[in-house]
Structure formats: C-alpha cells, structure tokens
C-alpha cells in the first residue's frame, strides 16, 4: 500500500500588492513540502463579509505565516485595523504556531510606492508587538523570504509529525509525496486533476526513444519569451524543453523541461538511454486569450542514473 501523507494547511497572511511576487515564492516552496497553502488567493467571491471569510481561512489552519512589509495594509469599514492585523489576531486567538518575517528595511530594496506613508505609526505599533511576541526573522528578497519560510515550516513540520494531523475542513485530499505508486500512474492522475497534483516530486524512468526506434523531437530551447519558461520559474537561455516517454511507452508521451547542468547532461547523451530521474510535476493556467485549458510537464529535478539501451539485429534503429 502506498505510503501518503497528509496536507498540513497552513496560513499565509501580508498585504498583496507590494508582495505579490513574495507571496508566489513561498507558495511555491510551501507547495513542494507536505502543506496547502491558505491566503487571499483563494477567497475569491464568496457570500460572506471579507473579513468574516478570512478569519474563517484563519480558522482551518494549523499554521500561521505572517509576513510583514512596509504597508499596513486595507482597514475594512466598521474597524479600526487592518485586515492584515486581524488575520494575525486571529491566529493569535486560536492559538496557532506562528512565524513572523519583517522586511529588512535597510537591506532591502524599498520603493516609495511600496511604503504606506498614512498608516505608518499603526504599521510601526504592529511591528513592535511582533517583535515583543516573537523572534522574527527578516528578508530582503522574494528568493531570501521563500527559503527562510521554507526552512521554518520544515522545522514546524517535524514538530506536527509528532501526534496525529487531521484534515480540516476543506482540505479532504490526500495526496502522496513519498509514494510507491509507479510514475505513470502519478502522471495519469496528474492530467486529469492538475493542481491537485501539482509540485509532487518521484522517480521515474523517462527514454529518448520509441519502442519502435523512431527518434523523440529535438530539444528546443526556452526562451525568455516562453511563457513556459517565465511561468516555472526556469532559467533564461539555459532551460531546454522536449517530448519525452515514460518507461519507454511510445503512447505515452511527456513535456519534459530542465535546466543548467541537467538540460546539458540530457542534450550531451548522444546514444539511445533510459534516464533514471526524480521529476516534479509543473503546471500553471495560461491567460486569455490562449484556447489550451493549462499548460502541464514534468521537470527534471535530479539524474540519478543513465542507462544505455542495446538493441537486437531485428530492431528497426534510426541511426
């Protein structure tokens, strides 16, 4: 039997427009581990006030993120805070584990657009309260707060692996992230039901051949101008994409992309192989006015070994 385990949901509150570009790097590196992230993304419309329906979010989550700039952020009507405070307050009430990031503001690139110049003695107040409860740490970049995010939540993660975790409302899927289940199948379901299985990392076997001898496409590269490239976060001029197959099934074939020396080490195998590789499932919506429903591959995160093919005299080989 497979062996899963359970999305641990998790909150992630701070003001958006000035960290909307932080906010897309920790979710992706909270997407990767064993949580569900939780936050204004996914309020959309809803019958319920705002601040009802986010104090609710608050509600079903085991963890608190809280990540603090230089905005204050919206005070709805009827209140004398913040939405962004209350979220936190919240979190506060029910107890929840919470790990606060501020804003290095002498490091850190601050543009007069991204500071809330009328709020700011509310902002300097909540500040002070956050360091006076908690030892925060602090960012200068959207790469620096993801990897500090990501190295507490693990921490915060071994701790919940101590007792039971239960699935709070809405967040009844389970999904594996150390499974044995083969990589077809995880690929199968992974086309059918795309964000529910998106991020999950397992080994598989890819060729770059048919079984009938015919040749895979060429690689192409991925340029700036690919929204392929702009939306996995892949490198400029150094990513390369592909129609591979999965444990050599000429049916079965995979949009395969890597980068830097995985790309190189793909590109340099001039004989026909089967690839041992961890791969990590990407997918991503594309914006209209683009007919395709999503855009979905699998990226090629390790080699872990390169096994080269040999062929019989009644092979049809294209050399």
Known sequence: ?????????????????????????VRETLMRMETFVHGMEQFGAR???????????????????????????TIPEGYDKSLTQLEYEEAQKLKLPSYIFLIDEENAS??????DFHNQIKLQDLKKCLIKRHTPD???????????????????????????????QGIETVIPTETTIPGKSILRRF?????????????????????????????????????LCGKFKLTISDSVTGKWYVDGC????????????IAYTLIDVDYFADFEVIVETLYYTPEPPDDDPCISAIKVKKIIDILPVTFSDDDDIPF
């Open 1 to 25: 039997m497979a062996k899963t385990e359970q999305y641990i949901p998790i909150f992630v509150g701070s003001t958006y427009l000035d960290l909307k570009e932080y906010r897309e790097k």
């Open 47 to 73: 019958s319920g006030a705002p601040v009802e329906e986010c104090l609710a979010e608050v509600a079903k989550c085991k963890i608190y993120v809280g990540i603090f700039a230089m905005r204050y952020g």
């Open 110 to 115: 601050i543009t007069p657009s991204t500071i």
């Open 138 to 168: 602090y960012f200068t970049s959207p790469d620096d707060l993801a990897n500090k995010v990501g190295s507490a939540i693990h921490r915060a993660l071994q701790d919940e692996k101590a007792g039971p975790v239960e699935i709070d």
């Open 191 to 227: 086309k059918v039901l795309p964000q529910r299985w998106q991020g999950v990392e397992f080994k598989i076997h890819i060729t770059n051949y048919k079984i009938n001898g015919a040749l895979t496409p060429a690689f192409m590269e991925l340029k700036s101008a690919d929204e």
């Open 250 to 261: 000429p049916d079965n074939p995979v949009t395969l992309v890597a980068e830097r020396e």
